[in-house]
């Protein structure tokens, strides 16, 4: 069975600092995708980013870029220069391809981001 | 607007009480789940259903049962909710299931006294 484990279940910054979620999974299957969720503080889930196990490129979406390493099943998260509305709990996801596709989530990691 | 919908989004109810949770998606996905999300354990998978033919348990199906009689609709169904069935609950679709990216509805919280 697959897991996905974020350890930093809190982190505080203050604005304008560069923040850093980790997230590592475990899977034996050698295709999967995985996934960033942010869940802000009104409740709703919102989907960051997709990525698929052959796919190893950095990838940036204004502020926000991620890391992934097959070699040490990491899937890193950055925000850079952290701003209020960044505060949420983020979520790493991993989903296989073959069969059926559960979706397992890590337990979340709480950025709470300062003035 | 593409958007998955619950209903009810706040309910209280008592011990054995039959109850349902609605969600319905205008995507025209394939692939409806049901989550559930308990402080310190994150999400967790109770249903999903890949298509109209397709239902299956999720990590913690106990106690709830689903169904899927038409392409947009996945109500969850808690026949005797019990107080540990208090939780966040979400629904998510997807175009299919191997991998696209799912969304969410806007939650319903469900306490059960």
């Known amino acids: 069975a697959q897991k996905v484990t974020q350890a930093q279940t809190e982190i505080s910054v203050v604005e304008k600092e560069d923040v850093t979620l980790d997230c590592v999974y475990e899977t034996r299957d050698t295709t999967y995708y995985l996934f960033w969720y942010k869940q802000p503080p009104s409740g709703e889930l919102v989907f960051l980013i997709r990525r698929n196990s052959f796919d190893e490129q950095n990838e940036i979406s204004g502020r926000y870029s991620w890391n992934f390493q097959k070699s040490t099943s990491s899937f890193n998260f950055t925000i850079t220069a952290s701003q209020v509305v960044d505060s949420a709990v983020y979520f790493c996801a991993l989903s296989l391809v073959s069969g059926y596709s559960t979706l397992t989530f890590g337990k979340g990691t709480m950025l709470l981001v300062s003035p | 607007e593409a958007q998955v919908t619950q209903n009810p989004r706040y309910l209280i109810t008592v011990t054995g009480k039959k109850l349902t949770v609605t969600c319905s998606q205008n995507?025209?996905?394939?692939?409806m789940s049901w989550y559930r999300q308990d402080p310190g354990l994150g999400l967790r998978q109770i249903y999903y259903?890949?298509?109209?033919?397709?239902?299956d348990k999720g990590d913690v199906p106990e106690g709830y049962k689903v169904s899927r009689k038409e392409k947009r609709n996945f109500p969850l169904i808690l026949e005797s909710p019990s107080p540990n069935q208090t939780s966040l609950y979400f629904c998510?679709?997807?175009?299919?299931?191997?991998?696209?990216?799912?969304?969410f509805g806007p939650g319903t919280r469900l306490t059960v006294t």
């Open positions: 259903s890949m298509n109209v033919e397709v239902t």
């Open positions: 995507m025209n996905h394939e692939y």
């Open positions: 998510a679709s997807s175009l299919t299931g191997g991998g696209y990216e799912q969304y």
